[in-house]
């Protein structure tokens, strides 16, 4: 063996000695923030192949330019899949506005309307039934506090299975379930996993998402107001007015609105008008989950 090729093999052998031990350290404390404590969150009853499904791709889209001076609003629109989207023509009456919309797995339309949303240029997100207190009127698939962790897992992974796209979550309905520190700690783990966010629609004050973001260092994403819980066109505009006055106090506010006729009308009709008037301007969800440290959402 001559000289060059010598010293050339031992250099390759120490590189490849340097990139196994990183890479094992890598894998390592991944497996420690993946482990919540509880033995019966260990990784064992955890399918293998959760890593490779839907990846998120909010890395690639971090939106940089944010400016931390201004202020920033964030609006879902919920409960699109059941067709509702098509007889409004959201996605075109409201093209160019960055809204996300939030889609409930398997409903009939629900594949047709996060291609298009996407198609479109809008972010997507999904609604994920949950279970409400009181009377058991949740969907029969809901994420309900009564499954075993294994089942509770199935069932998400299910959900997700339905898109191609989304790049988070946020309940639908869930006053339950979002009040539960077993069902949660399974949801947010599988979302943490995936680099997805949870957007807590606060359907409960006896909530514990904000308790289990800090438990798994996630960051903590909350509704700060409803824009349509009363139907009345000057009503929802009302909202939007404090939507913008919550977002120029806090930096940025998350509103929730549904997909109904008098709630498109006004996003339609004012809600330019009005974010104006604020100087406030729309964000997506993702865009947040990007920029967190800037808008202080870290639940620790
Ligand atoms: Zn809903």
Do not use: W
């Amino acid at each position: 063996m001559n000289k060059e090729l010598f010293f050339s093999t031992i250099v390759f052998l120490i590189i490849a000695l340097i990139m196994a031990v990183s890479f094992s350290d890598a894998a390592i404390s991944q497996d420690n923030t993946d482990v919540v404590s509880s033995s019966q969150y260990s990784d064992a009853v955890i399918p293998d192949e959760e890593t490779v499904e839907v990846q998120s791709n909010i890395s690639s889209e971090s939106n940089k330019d944010t400016d931390s001076n201004k202020s920033y609003l964030a609006i879902i629109m919920d409960d699109i899949g059941y067709g509702k989207e098509n007889k409004y023509n959201i996605f075109e009456r409201l093209y160019g506005f960055k809204i996300t919309f939030s889609i409930i797995p398997g409903t009939y339309n629900a594949l047709k309307a996060e291609e298009t949303a996407v198609n479109s240029g809008f972010d997507v997100m999904a609604h994920l039934p949950m279970q409400a207190k009181g009377i058991d009127n949740s969907y029969e698939k809901a994420i309900r506090t009564d499954m075993s962790h294994e089942d509770l897992y199935k069932r998400i992974e299910e959900m997700f299975s339905k898109f191609k796209y989304v790049k988070g979550a946020n309940n639908h309905m869930g006053s339950k379930a979002t009040s539960d520190k077993k069902t949660m700690l399974t949801l947010m783990t599988y979302l943490k996993k995936r680099n997805m966010f949870f957007v807590d629609s606060l359907t409960t004050s006896d909530s514990v998402v904000k308790e289990v973001a800090g438990l798994l260092e996630m960051d903590y994403l909350a509704r700060d107001i409803f824009l349509d819980n009363q139907t009345k066109p000057e009503y929802i505009k009302d909202q939007l007015e404090k939507a913008c006055r919550i977002a120029n106090k806090k930096k940025v506010a998350i509103a929730i609105c549904h997909v109904r006729e008098n709630t498109i009308n006004v996003l339609e009709s004012d809600l330019q008008r009005i974010l104006d008037k604020y100087d406030v301007e729309l964000i997506n969800i993702s865009e947040l989950y990007v920029n967190k440290k800037k808008f202080n959402l870290v639940a620790r």
